[in-house]
């Protein structure tokens, strides 16, 4: 089993969509969990930091299921430039705490 | 420009030869990590450092493989005797510490003929 497993894409999406992705990671003493963004031919970045709690930065919700080992990313009224490869990436926690990243997920908003 | 550096930014090398890539982190951050990305696939890890020390290597790392960050500021990573399964992206990123954000570098794209 991975590590950390994601939805296989690709989303194909018109603007305004609502989509979701999912994400399941294998170690439960994992503490520290992220989604980035990677651009076409680019390095990743940093998108967004997931609490126990979720959390909401404008049009993304992050959410986090510890019992189900299970992070979510929704992702509302989504735009052209929300087109991009969305990696779940999960801290190492009793393992040297390195982040380990999924194989990600590609979104493609179409007007 | 305060990010992180790597360089080259493209490598194209003939299958056997030796290759050396470096990477120059933040300046503050003393955690440094080298990933290899192939297409379709999210960073796999390879190996980190905590300031000079390495702490970790993927299993999956050969031999053939070398990193080392002598100083403890910039890391250079070494390919011995490269094959065409070797052709990758490899990228840099550092940070201060656990559940700080990663930065990456751009990344140094590696074609073995």
């Known amino acids: 089993r991975k590590e950390v497993e994601q939805d296989p894409g690709p989303f194909n999406v018109p603007e305004g969509a609502t989509v979701a992705f999912n994400c399941t990671y294998s170690?439960?003493?994992?503490?520290?969990f992220f989604w980035y963004r990677q651009d076409c031919r680019k390095e990743p970045k940093l998108l967004m930091s997931?609490?126990?709690s979720g959390n909401e930065d404008g049009r993304f919700t992050a959410q986090l299921n510890r019992a189900s080992q299970y992070i979510s990313l929704l992702i509302r009224d989504s735009k052209l430039s929300d087109s991009a490869t969305y990696l779940c990436?999960?801290?190492?926690?009793?393992?040297?705490?390195?982040?380990?990243f999924g194989q990600g997920t590609e979104l493609s908003v179409k007007p | 420009d305060t990010g992180v550096s790597q360089d080259p930014r493209h490598k194209i090398t003939k299958r056997g030869q030796n290759v050396t890539f470096r990477c120059d982190p933040i300046?503050?951050?003393?955690?440094l990590y080298w990933y290899r990305q192939t297409l379709g696939q999210g960073p796999e890890f390879l190996t980190y450092?905590?300031?000079?020390?390495?702490?970790?290597k993927s299993r999956l790392l050969s031999d053939r493989f070398s990193a080392e960050r002598p100083k403890g500021s910039f890391s250079t990573l070494e390919i011995q005797r490269t094959e065409q399964g070797d052709s990758a992206m490899y990228l840099c990123?550092?940070?201060?510490?656990?559940?700080?954000?990663?930065?990456f570098g751009s990344g140094t794209q590696l074609s073995v003929l």
């Open positions: 990436v999960v801290d190492n926690y009793n393992q040297g705490g390195k982040l380990i």
């Open positions: 170690n439960s003493a994992s503490q520290s």
């Open positions: 997931v609490y126990s």
């Open positions: 300046s503050e951050h003393n955690r």
């Open positions: 450092f905590q300031n000079e020390a390495q702490l970790e």
């Open positions: 990123a550092s940070d201060r510490s656990t559940n700080e954000k990663l930065f």
